[in-house]
């Protein structure tokens, strides 16, 4: 049985925006055209909405907020995951990449808290309909941790991995008295906090060997790899040696322009450019779009930045919106390696977003499908006929 979405806008891979028809077979685009054939099958009608590809989020780490939604404050992860995957949803998300940070630091960021993510996820995917995968940041200073994770890699339960290395901001904090954020996540009081930081940062001559065994790892199994906060060329290239081929919020233009000019990836946060700038007074991304220096946009810390960060792109005529999604879908899965997704083209993924852009400041999802089936569909569609489609995978009797 096919499944046509009828008068719809198609966002082309080109950049042009066309009338016509898209056919679904099974989770697969199958023919898009001005009129199709569909005998076999439902016809949808799309309300005259713009058909996007869906949105690929290579880094998020807004779930931490359903983990620990008030500092002390603990939900299950199973949980998290399940509210997390709702709300991507809602938000055109249909692969997502959960940041989920290793530190030497107990509390959220802890070994014990991975440890439980991960078995969590493994637990709850069968109900998930967003494509969850997981994005290891590991801090790398957290060198007892790296024999472990080195084994998570090796089972195939990492999809990308990140370095981090934020003991300079750390040791900033705890200098000025400002370790709020980090007592609050951990749950040891200031004293303690910066007696283990002590100590942590003792055993920085461990660190490159740890660092090297994860990327070792993780070339054995094609991973792709990035590196975090490059504050300059100098660590970018050493990165880049180490086999990261991505660089994540690099903090400055000239790091970024270094990055780009050896084909590597430069990814940005989606909430700078909604913003009008960095919160933490670094490289502002609309400007690195402007300048050619931003491959990717992710949704850093809040989902729908993503969705407004491209129509504001296009509104403020930096990039047209083809250009300005491809930020959100195509590059970032072809940063990835997921050449299956990211474009409305025939035998690609029929992972899709229909998005209501009457007021293009005030875009909104009205559905979203993932592998041929609508894992989101808002009010205006279902008064239409529009249905949730089965999971991917029955859930337990």
């Known amino acids: 049985m096919s499944l046509t979405l009828v008068n719809i806008r198609v966002l082309q891979p080109a950049g042009a925006i066309t009338g016509g028809e898209v056919r679904l077979a099974g989770d697969r ?3 898009i055209g001005p009129r199709l054939e569909s005998a076999d099958g439902r016809r949808l009608d799309g309300a005259g909405l713009l058909l996007l590809p869906g949105i ?11 983990l620990m939604p008030r500092p002390g404050v603990h939900v299950a992860p199973e949980i998290g995951l399940i509210e997390s995957d709702r709300q991507l949803l809602a938000n055109g998300i249909t692969t997502a990449y959960h940041g989920v940070t290793l530190s030497w630091e107990p509390g959220l960021r802890g070994i014990d808290a991975g440890r439980a993510f991960l078995a969590a996820l493994a637990a709850v995917r069968p109900r ?11 801090e790398q200073f957290n ?34 008295g400002k370790v709020g954020s980090y007592v609050a ?11 283990l930081f002590a100590r942590v ?28 906060d490059d504050d300059s060329l100098d660590t970018r290239m050493r990165f880049r040696a180490l086999g990261c081929r991505i660089s994540e919020f690099p903090i400055d233009g000239a790091t970024a322009r270094g990055a780009i000019a050896t084909g590597d990836v430069v990814v940005l946060g989606a909430p700078n450019v909604i913003r009008g700038g960095s919160h933490a007074g670094r490289l502002g991304a609309a400007e690195a779009v402007r300048l050619g220096l931003c ?21 403020a005529g930096i990039v047209p919106l083809g250009a300005a999604w491809d930020l959100v879908s195509s590059n970032a899965a ?26 293009p400041a005030l875009p909104v999802v009205a559905a979203t499908l993932v592998a041929g089936r609508a894992a989101f569909v808002g009010p205006s569609l279902a008064a239409l006929g529009w249905q949730l489609g089965e999971r991917r995978e029955s859930l337990p009797a």
């Open 29 to 31: 685009i199958a023919e």
């Open 56 to 66: 690929v989020d290579l880094h998020g780490d807004a779930f931490e907020r359903q």
């Open 128 to 138: 998930l309909a967003c494509d969850t995968r997981v994005h290891l940041r590991f």
């Open 143 to 176: 060198v007892d941790a790296a024999p472990e994770i080195e084994g998570w890699i090796d089972q195939g339960r990492v999809d990308l991995l990140a370095f981090n290395e934020h003991t300079g901001d750390i040791a900033r904090h705890i200098e000025l």
């Open 185 to 195: 996540r951990t749950g040891l009081d200031p004293a303690a906090f910066a007696a």
């Open 201 to 228: 940062r003792a055993r920085r001559d461990e660190v490159p060997g740890a660092s090297a065994r994860l990327a070792a790892a993780a070339a054995r199994r094609a991973l792709p790899m990035a590196s975090h």
């Open 295 to 315: 491959s990717v946009l992710t949704s850093d810390y809040y989902y729908p930045a993503q969705l407004h960060a491209a129509f504001a792109l296009a509104r």
């Open 334 to 359: 072809a940063a990835v390696g997921l050449e299956d997704r990211g474009a409305i083209v025939a035998g690609r993924r029929a992972d899709l977003v229909l998005v209501d852009d009457r007021d």
